[in-house]
């Protein structure tokens, strides 16, 4: 949640917490027996008193017990973070009451600064911000527990409102209804039974999609007009400075699931609930223009455009071309309700689009509404024109047909090793040319950058293949036929994942070519490419990769047609596996600055995509404060950043946090554009600054890399977390390790990586290294240097502030019984050398802050972790428990069932899987 803290007395959020769990307790009692409502107060008090006699207790409940009593505290958590998130919602619509919105904050600010109108307008005219859904799995509860819990938060805040009007509420009836649905709740199946499909996920995506299609997406864009307009600039409801994108059925890094039919399924899933969120809104619309013919005559324009939509639908009922017959926008409103039908039965029968009678895509609705728009202003019905018909002009701008943009995504050595087959089919045999595999990347460049100039076709289109091959190459076919078939806007961007250098982009350029996705020539580019530069060494080379690039003609040319804007993603959670969040969090900051530059040397406007996780180790954290942290002029009003798991439903779950979610990132982004253009402090502040970033970096690499790199920290890793039934959670269809990995670390993903640390609490990947790192450059810098750092450099400050909140989540007391019950006593050193980097880093931490304890700048927060430790450390016992029975006596069904039922409850506990 990247709202800041409720500054509200949190009487009223404990007294809902401690309503619901007696609601939880009257339905155990009823569910099960009194006697677990009684194990379950006699375990919380426990573990406050005595953990060793706890531990005891719990290591020798029978399994069903120590389910049912899992499944209570997971409960327990599940309703106070959905308790939380309502409060937070309270708070922030009494902040907007009285302070204002975020934009209106933005807006004092740029006042403040003096920037001027036509300042404004260019900044305007760049905003292009773009969240993206992706189907990472960190998200564990089932979107039937989370429905469930969406009714609760409703129930809560109906009753709230209903209190505030009257002055009382009939909670005897509301009592009632929260009982119901916690026994509904505890009567649903936490842990998914089967894998979901990459449809599955899509449908998970498009709940949220639909959700912020109706209300919060038209509130902020609403408010983002209104905040321009007040600040001398003139946005058109057509523009288009918020979109949404997804990798849901796109990605195919490591999925083996995302076939070129998976993408045709989802994206025909999207357009379906696309069509039917556009023919709500248009049902508003036929609600709303009653306006008469005889009283506002619409222009001559409008009406003979009318007229050839009535010509074009004969289905159109007699009875709306009779009863609206004088009301022309409503009967213009139910030929577009009647073309969205004809668009949705053109997409199930794979037809062809239909000038007149359907949408090719979303532009043509827009038009639409477009022409509605201008007619009323100019029939001096202004307000409507700008009221509803521009909500409705805005959203449709930012959706369109299909809600979300997908990006394509797949690894680069897939590439290689489809160009491998098809330039080795040209070879000679013996005439001594290398093949494809055995060339440098030099070569390997000069062959591909050669290839785009060249004319003929690689291989004829019914070439044999191997299945990889195969399924590599037509994935730029697919990508054709859903453009034609949808429109340009469902697929925009080729993600290449694991770019090393610039011949890795070009390969999946030589292969779109191959396709006619691109024509270098013409120039004519349908889709862009963008390299993900994933580790550190890849960040350092980012600027390498980049000038290579862009000084390739025919590669410059694709980036022309594509508007002259190069998009280049980077990637936080491999670089930080790899790394250490010190290393990792510099090398995006410095990589952002290097591309920034290249980018202008050659003419170009550079668009990131933060490829960010949900915890900070995988470069989660506040959005808002992140943008605000990013290098002066890196972010010119275009940015892309991803959403997942977790992050999703803690976002947009409830309209009213979804809304100010939006707003914080669309607040930011307007701010970052005309506030930090230009860097904030001199030249020489910012390169020693720089310099003792560099050092706080290195050493804290050094310190990580002697962490990972030791041959026993593998084995302490697999013992000492729940790691290996992260498949069994059936949160996500990737598997968790890249494939033709062995058991090792390397090939875990960064997902499950994190996963295990925060299980057993020792979180290393948000904060190992940086207590090292902090420590030599404070001897080396001195400690002024640091403290004015930490005053005055926005990254810097963000940066301390998430590692700071990852070490008040760590519990080393609690990671000591995992470590005690699971590991090997010949690695326990590894785990002293992780208690002596957590003692070091909270030291080093608050010297920097000035506080005796962590987060004593923020109390609530404080008081809400011990509070949430009373109640997981049940879990984790059991957790440790049952992992060390299952370990002993070999799987079990019901015993696997269990562990999973503490792995939920933990994870909603902390509020993140990984």
Not at 1 to 12: K, L, N, S, Y
Not at 39 to 56: G, I, K, S, T
Not at 187 to 209: F, M, S, W
Not at 653 to 665: F, G, K, Q, S
């Amino acid at each position: 949640m990247d709202a800041r803290p409720i500054t509200e007395d949190d009487t009223e959020l404990r007294a809902d917490i401690r309503r619901l769990t007696t609601l939880l307790g009257e339905g155990l009692s009823r569910q099960e027996s009194p006697e677990l409502l009684a194990l379950v107060e006699e375990v919380r008090r426990a573990v406050r008193h005595d953990q060793d006699a706890a531990a005891a207790r719990l290591a020798g409940l029978d399994i069903p017990t120590a389910m049912n009593l899992a499944r209570a505290f997971s409960l327990y958590f599940h309703l106070a973070n959905i308790t939380e998130q309502v409060h937070r919602a309270r708070d922030l619509r009494r902040r907007r009451a009285t302070r204002g919105g975020w934009l209106d904050e933005a807006a004092a600010e740029i006042r403040a600064e003096g920037i001027g109108p036509d300042a404004v307008a260019r900044a305007a005219s760049r905003l292009a911000i773009r969240p993206v859904f992706t189907a990472h799995p960190t998200e564990a509860a089932r979107r039937s527990i989370l429905t469930k819990l969406r009714q609760v938060a409703d129930i809560l805040d109906a009753e709230a409102a209903e209190r505030a009007l009257a002055g009382d509420a009939d909670s005897a009836a509301t009592d009632a209804r929260l009982a119901e649905l916690i026994d509904l709740l505890w009567q649903t199946d936490e842990v998914r039974v089967e894998r979901p499909d990459p449809a599955d996920e899509a449908r998970n995506a498009v709940y949220y999609l639909t959700d912020l299609y109706g209300d919060a997406a038209p509130r902020v864009l609403a408010d983002l007009s209104r905040t321009l307009e007040s600040l001398g600039a003139s946005p058109e409801p057509s523009d288009t400075p918020l979109r949404f994108g997804t990798w849901i059925g796109g990605d195919r890094d490591g999925n083996p699931f995302v076939t070129p039919e998976v993408t045709a399924t989802v994206l025909t899933l999207q357009h379906e609930h696309g069509i039917r969120a556009a023919e709500r809104a248009l049902d508003a619309l036929i609600s709303e223009l009653s306006i008469s013919q005889r009283l506002r005559p619409a222009g001559e324009a409008f009406m003979a455009g009318l007229a050839a939509d009535l010509a074009a639908l004969p289905e159109l009922p007699e009875r709306f071309r009779r009863v609206n017959a004088e009301e022309p926008y409503r009967l213009k409103a139910r030929c577009m309700k009647a073309k969205l039908a004809a668009t949705r039965a053109r997409h199930a029968e794979g037809a062809p689009h239909r000038p007149g009678r359907d949408y090719a895509d979303g532009g043509e609705l827009l038009a639409d509404l477009t022409a509605i728009h201008d007619a009323l202003t100019e029939s001096r019905g202004g307000l409507s024109a700008v009221g509803q018909v521009a909500d409705a002009m805005r959203t449709v701008a930012a959706f369109g047909l299909h809600l979300a943009t997908m990006d394509v995504r797949e690894h680069a050595a897939a590439h290689h090793v489809a160009l491998a087959e098809l330039y080795d089919r040209l070879r000679v045999e013996g005439d001594g040319s290398p093949r494809y595999g055995e060339l440098s990347r030099d070569r390997r460049l000069a062959l591909l950058a050669g290839e785009l100039e060249s004319r003929r076709p690689l291989a004829p289109r019914d070439v044999s293949l191997s299945d990889a091959a195969r399924r590599t190459v037509d994935v730029f076919g697919a990508i054709g036929r859903a453009q034609r078939r949808f429109g340009g806007q469902v697929v925009e961007s080729y993600i290449v994942s694991m770019t090393q250098g610039p011949d890795d982009l070009l390969a999946a350029v030589v292969l779109a070519k191959e396709a006619g996705l691109v024509d270098p020539a013409a120039p004519r580019a349908d889709i862009g490419f963008v390299p993900l530069l994933e580790g550190v060494p890849e960040l350092e080379a980012g600027r390498e990769t980049l000038d290579t690039l862009l000084r390739i003609p025919a590669y410059r040319r694709i980036v022309a047609a594509r508007g002259n804007v190069q998009e280049v993603m980077l990637g936080y959670s491999d670089s930080n596996k790899e790394s250490g969040i010190a290393a990792s969090q510099w090398s995006i900051q410095a990589a952002q600055r290097e591309l920034r530059d290249v980018a202008a040397e050659h003419g170009v406007r550079l668009r990131l995509f933060h490829g960010r996780g949900g915890t900070v180790g995988r470069g989660g954290g506040p959005t808002h404060e992140a943008i605000l942290a990013q290098p002066s002029g890196t972010l010119d009003g275009s940015i892309k950043v991803t959403e997942q798991g977790e992050v999703l439903s803690d976002k947009y779950t409830l309209p009213a946090l979804a809304r100010e979610n939006l707003e914080l990132t669309v607040a930011a982004v307007l701010k970052a554009t005309l506030l930090h253009a230009r860097p904030r402090h001199s030249p020489e502040v910012l390169e020693a600054w720089y310099g003792t970033m560099r050092r706080v970096a290195r050493s804290g690499r050094d310190v990580y890399r002697a962490l990972v790199e030791d041959p026993g920290l593998p084995e302490y890793f697999w013992a000492v977390s729940p790691t290996e039934l992260l498949g069994a959670l059936n949160i996500g269809s990737r598997p968790a390790k890249r494939p033709d990995t062995d058991a090792g670390l390397d090939g875990l993903r960064a997902i499950p990586w994190v996963f295990g640390w925060t299980q057993s609490r020792q979180i290393v990947p948000g904060w190992f290294g940086v207590g090292s790192g902090l420590a030599a450059a404070r001897e080396s810098a001195g400690p002024e240097v640091l403290a004015e750092m930490h005053d005055k450099w926005h990254f810097f400050r963000t940066f301390v502030s998430n590692v700071e909140m990852t070490l008040a989540k760590t519990d080393l007391d609690i990671a000591a019984r995992y470590v005690e019950a699971l590991v090997p006593k010949r690695l326990h050193g590894l785990f002293d050398v992780i208690r002596a980097e957590f003692a070091l880093t909270v030291s080093e931490v608050l010297r920097l802050t000035g506080e005796r304890e962590l987060l004593a700048g923020n109390p609530q927060l404080r008081r809400t972790l011990d509070v949430r430790d009373r109640y997981l450390a049940p879990l984790h016992h059991l957790q440790i428990a049952l992992l060390r029975r299952r370990r002993e006596s070999g799987d079990d069904p019901q015993l696997t069932r269990a562990l999973l039922t503490t792995v939920n409850g933990i994870a909603a506990g902390m509020r993140n899987t990984g």
